[in-house]
């Protein structure tokens, strides 16, 4: 019975809000990485975007010190859950239990190389509903995860109390 009084949680107090200005930063952080990827895609007419970099923007602009927001992290993390889709995809199967294994497998190698990533961790359940081809390794995967860190490079460290990233590789 113990087991299933996990479920309640420990009842732990709700985190502080945020300032005002605080929210305002990442808003406008996360606004000008959108719109950086997303005014390339158009301007280019290249798929500079992958559903999961909503998340890893929000990981960038909102937990910045943590070690999913570290660039290797982010670029690598995508790299890698991408390239482990694709294999598996191209290689294995295009069947549901393939696409089971790639995510398992892509979280695995994502904890063995040190470049977790949560976000990143949906790729290749993305490559397998778009059917991607070895391009997407690129572009969108490569170029996209590089802007976002580079956006978030730039702006955060605009504030006078913020400094990014905390380590590179």
């Keep these: 019975m113990s087991y299933f009084k996990k479920f309640k949680g420990q009842s732990s107090p ?3 809000y945020p300032s005002f200005h605080q929210v305002a930063f990442v808003w406008f952080g996360a606004l000008l990485a959108s ?5 390339l895609a158009f301007y280019t007419n290249q ?7 909503g ?3 929000f990981v960038l602009f909102i937990l910045p010190d943590t070690p999913f927001a570290q660039p290797r992290n982010v670029i690598g993390g995508h790299l890698i859950s991408t390239l482990t889709g694709l294999i598996f995809l191209h290689f294995i199967s295009p ?8 995510l398992a497998t892509a979280i695995s190698l994502m904890q ?7 976000p990143a961790g949906s790729n290749p359940i993305i490559v397998f509903l778009v059917g ?4 997407f390794l690129l572009i969108p995967t490569l170029i996209g ?3 976002i860190v580079l956006v978030a490079l730039f702006y955060i460290n605009l504030s006078g109390n913020k400094s990014y990233p905390k380590y590179w590789l």
Excluded: D
């Design 112 to 118: 063995i190389l040190r470049v977790q990533h949560p």
């Design 132 to 135: 991607a081809n070895w391009e």
């Design 145 to 147: 995860s590089t802007l």
């Design 14 to 16: 709700l985190p502080p």
């Design 95 to 102: 069947e549901w239990w393939s696409m089971a294994l790639a």
């Design 55 to 57: 998340a890893s923007i």
């Design 47 to 53: 798929p500079l975007v992958l559903g999961s970099f």
């Design 35 to 39: 719109m950086t990827i997303g005014y």
